[in-house]
C-alpha cells in the first residue's frame, strides 16, 4: 500500500491500518519511498549534456554516454556494460550526479553554471541551447 503521507485522507488510513497491524502483532516492513528527480533538474541536466556536448564536439546523446562512463556511472549485467539512467535517480541522487558532472566538466576546462545561475541568465543559456540542438540537427544522419 503506497500513501501520501501529504495528503490528510492517506494520513488517516495510514494510521489506521497502523494501528490493526500493532493490535494484530504483525511482522511489517514500514519504508520511506524517495522522491523521484523533478522536471526542474530534469531539464537542468539536459541543459548540461546539451552545453558540454556543444562545447566538446559532440551530440547530446554522445556527451551522456561519456559523461556517465568517465564519472562511473555504469553497470554490468551478463557481461555487458550499460549505463546508468539519470531518470531513474532519485532527488539526491541527481543532486549528486550534477555536482560531479559540474565538477568533471571544470577538470576538463568547462565551467557549468548551477541551476541558479542559469535562471539568472535564462535567456542566454536557451539561446546558446537552442543553437546546440540545431547545429546537432544539421549534422545528424
Known sequence: MILNL???ADTSKAQIYFDKLIKDCSKIELKKIPQRRTLSQNSYVHSLFTIWGDHFGYSMEEAKQIVKMALGYVYE???YT???KTSEM???EKSVFIDK????????????ASADEMGENWEYFAKE??????AEKKYSY
Open 6 to 8: 501529504n495528503l490528510p
Open 77 to 79: 549485467k551478463d557481461g
Open 82 to 84: 550499460f549505463l546508468s
Open 90 to 92: 532519485d532527488t539526491k
Open 101 to 112: 558532472f559540474r565538477n568533471y566538466s571544470s577538470a576538463n576546462g568547462l565551467y557549468l
Open 129 to 134: 541551447i537552442e543553437r546546440a540542438e540545431q
